[in-house]
């Protein structure tokens, strides 16, 4: 099995004018580079032979010196590269219309990684919030251990409150990084892409030309409904585990970008150790040739849910994107960045956790788990499970209470779920 094709070629082939679903389904792989097998075989092997002792010395010097133009660099070990990494890495970059890709070992790695890579002691870092526990726990445990100043942006699609945060920030140290995640987690707050990369230029200008780098955590939404990369973005990350795998089946993570963003990503993935395996590699390439497909229906399904929970008379405070008020800042971002509202949201029943838990524990369909963007519908208590470790007024003030549930939309039969949720909410005391 051969690489995904080169850069140039990549570049010459019609991909960037191909859809999705196209890209979706072969981008990446040539089964004549691969005893004609039409699907990518999964390569277990930990290391690679070279057929001369020259061949091994060229290897590496393509992997540290950068491969000459139109030539393939061959594999070395499977930490450094391998052959399911590699088209995987080829066929999401297409799909995030980004000149290149590097997969992890889990969203985290990723996030890790990207965090690592661009910050260094004294900086400070500008953050949307809530924020994703890992992402959260990540920047103000050990990356503030080791000198970098995490700071919260109030309101990221306000200027006064993105500008305030950022001279609170700059008053710590350089910033080297905005880090947004858009949709929040679970709240569905939205953050102004365009807005931040200004902010970052104007920043740049005050610290001797380093500009901060824009990163994006894009696993609520996906390269499908959001493009973080046009809107700004200089690092586009996301959960593979999430709506790209899509069937709860697996753990992963990539960042998309442009090539001297990636880079760096890569060569301190191979020192970390935080490659995506071989089989995981193969499960997550067979994954997005559905990611259109799937990612249609559940937003489908998750409008026809919406629409009935915020009808609910037991229901309030549903947070779905498509329900933004006209006219409202967010109302604006949500227009110009998102092309559709995902499907995953949070809503309030009427009352706190007991009538919380009296819902979870009637459902049929749903299953009661945390995490989202599989084939099936989940639902979970958020103050008792994915904010437990969150204090209280802590969690009031992102906008989870105890009557707050998440809900992530499958793709079964809408008039299921709907079903599903009526005769529980009907039977709630
Ligand atoms: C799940 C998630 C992550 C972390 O991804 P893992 O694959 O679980 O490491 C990061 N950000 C968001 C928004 C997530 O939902």
């Not at 004549?32 to 092997?45: I, R, S, W």
């Not at 660099?73 to 000149?99: M, Q, S, T, W």
């Not at 700004?232 to 585990?241: K, P, Q, R, Y």
Request: overall charge neutral; hydrophobic content about 45%; aromatic content about 6%.
């Amino acid at each position: 099995m051969s690489r995904a094709p080169r850069d140039d070629e990549a570049a010459a082939s019609p991909a960037a004018a191909r859809h999705p679903d196209t890209l979706a389904v072969g981008f990446g792989h040539d089964p004549q580079q691969a005893f004609g097998a039409v699907k990518p075989p999964v390569m277990l092997t930990s290391t690679f032979a070279y057929p001369s002792a020259a061949a091994a010395k060229q290897a590496h010097r393509d992997y540290f010196d950068g491969a000459a133009p139109g030539r393939d660099a061959a594999f070395i070990y499977a930490r450094l590269d391998h052959p399911n990494l590699a088209v995987l890495e080829k066929r999401f970059a297409a799909l995030e219309g980004a000149e290149e890709a590097a997969a992890f070992a889990s969203g985290m790695a990723a996030i890790s990684a990207i965090l690592l890579a661009f910050l260094k002691p004294g900086d400070s870092a500008l953050h949307t919030s809530p924020l994703y526990g890992g992402t959260h726990g990540l920047l103000h445990g050990p990356i503030a251990g080791i000198g970098v100043t995490p700071v919260a942006i109030g309101d990221a699609v306000d200027p006064a409150s993105v500008a305030a945060a950022a001279e609170t920030a700059a008053r710590h140290g350089p910033v080297g990084l905005i880090f947004a995640e858009t949709p929040a987690n679970p709240t569905n707050g939205l953050a102004d892409i365009a807005l931040l990369a200004r902010t970052a230029d104007a920043l740049a200008e005050r610290q001797g030309g380093r500009r901060p780098l824009v990163v994006v955590d894009n696993t609520f939404l996906g390269s499908l409904l959001q493009a973080p990369l046009t809107h700004g973005a200089d690092l586009a990350m996301t959960s593979l585990t999430k709506y790209a795998g899509g069937h709860s089946d697996l753990i992963g993570g990539a960042v998309s970008g442009s090539k001297a963003m990636v880079g760096p990503l890569r060569r301190l993935r191979t020192l970390l150790g935080s490659h995506l395996d071989p089989f995981t590699s193969w499960l997550a390439l067979r994954s997005l040739e559905t990611f259109p497909l799937r990612n249609r229906r559940a937003n489908a399904n998750a409008a026809i849910v919406a629409a009935f929970l915020r009808d609910h008379p037991k229901v309030t405070g549903v947070s779905y994107l498509g329900f933004l008020a006209a006219g409202t800042p967010a109302r604006a971002v949500f227009d110009r960045q998102c092309a559709g509202a995902g499907s995953t949201f949070s809503f309030r029943i009427r009352g706190g956790e007991s009538e919380a838990f009296a819902l979870l524990d009637r459902l049929q369909v749903f299953r009661m788990a945390v995490s989202l963007g599989g084939t099936e519908s989940l639902i979970c208590h958020s103050a008792s499970t994915t904010h437990y470790s969150v204090p209280p007024e802590i969690r009031r003030q992102v906008g989870v209470d105890d009557s707050t549930l998440r809900i992530s939309i499958g793709i079964e039969h809408p008039d299921d779920l709907v079903a599903d949720l009526a005769s529980a909410l009907d039977a709630i005391p």
